[in-house]
């Protein structure tokens, strides 16, 4: 199956995409990956490129994959069906990017990252769950957040926006149907949501 391209390469003028909001997950991507020592990283579906270049800046090498050529990956390709053997890197990372194909297909390329991963897979995927942030500042440790899960009745639908086919916590998407599809290829090792913009929740998988 083939898709259309969402958006132009335009759409990630520094103005209009990144906030100080988004700034604050890309740290995170960074310190996810940084933490697993890892020598080969693949990145599917890199954006602008920023993980790129800032895992760059601290000795980290990462090849990016992408099926439009206008964003320059290294390799031109599909995350459905990934061009690279069994194992191929130590980490294999996609963050904010399976939201955008198909449930359906958002689970096989999530299943080609297990194939060509080697340890672990980190993905980053939009939480529709509404949450009150809560901070303390607790001596010798400094400050600390708090997420606290807003009641919520009924999850909201989730209708097509043009680029985000589901969301987490949306209706027929709770995070345990996800975690449990994803887990049917690698184990769950870690997974929060990001302080500064708790949109964003990260997932690490490891073989």
């Given at each position: 199956?083939?898709?259309?391209?969402?958006?132009?390469k335009?759409?990630?003028?520094?103005?209009?995409y990144?906030?100080?909001?988004?700034?604050?997950?890309?740290w995170?991507?960074?310190?996810?990956?940084?933490?697993?020592?890892?020598?080969?990283?693949?990145?599917?579906?890199?954006?602008?490129?920023?993980?790129?270049?800032?895992?760059?800046?601290?000795?980290?090498?990462?090849?990016?994959?992408?099926?439009?050529?206008?964003?320059?990956?290294?390799?031109?390709?599909?995350?459905?069906?990934?061009?690279?053997s069994?194992?191929?890197?130590?980490?294999?990372?996609?963050?904010?990017?399976?939201?955008?194909?198909?449930?359906?297909?958002?689970?096989?390329?999530?299943?080609?990252?297990?194939?060509?991963?080697?340890?672990?897979?980190?993905?980053?995927?939009?939480?529709?769950?509404?949450?009150?942030?809560?901070?303390?500042h607790?001596?010798?440790?400094?400050?600390?957040?708090?997420?606290?899960?807003?009641?919520?009745?009924?999850?909201?639908?989730?209708?097509?926006?043009?680029?985000?086919?589901?969301?987490?916590?949306?209706?027929?998407?709770?995070?345990?149907?996800?975690?449990?599809?994803?887990?049917?290829?690698?184990?769950?090792?870690?997974?929060?949501?990001?302080?500064?913009?708790?949109?964003?929740?990260?997932?690490?998988?490891?073989?």
């Open positions: 199956m083939t898709y259309e391209k969402q958006v132009e335009d759409h990630y003028q520094f103005s209009r990144m906030s100080k909001q988004r700034w604050c997950s890309v995170h991507q960074f310190d996810e990956v940084q933490k697993l020592q890892s020598n080969r990283v693949l990145e599917v579906g890199p954006g602008p490129g920023l993980f790129k270049m800032v895992a760059a800046t601290f000795g980290i090498s990462v090849e990016t994959l992408d099926f439009d050529p206008d964003l320059k990956p290294d390799h031109v390709g599909s995350a459905t069906a990934l061009p690279f069994d194992g191929s890197y130590d980490v294999v990372c996609a963050f904010q990017m399976l939201e955008h194909l198909p449930y359906e297909a958002a689970l096989q390329a999530f299943g080609e990252m297990a194939r060509v991963s080697r340890r672990h897979v980190i993905i980053s995927l939009p939480d529709a769950r509404p949450v009150w942030r809560y901070q303390v607790i001596p010798k440790f400094g400050p600390c957040d708090f997420l606290i899960p807003r009641p919520l009745f009924k999850a909201a639908a989730h209708e097509f926006d043009g680029e985000h086919y589901w969301e987490l916590n949306k209706r027929g998407y709770p995070l345990s149907r996800v975690i449990d599809d994803l887990s049917k290829h690698m184990r769950l090792v870690k997974t929060y949501r990001v302080p500064e913009y708790f949109y964003h929740r990260f997932l690490t998988f490891e073989k």
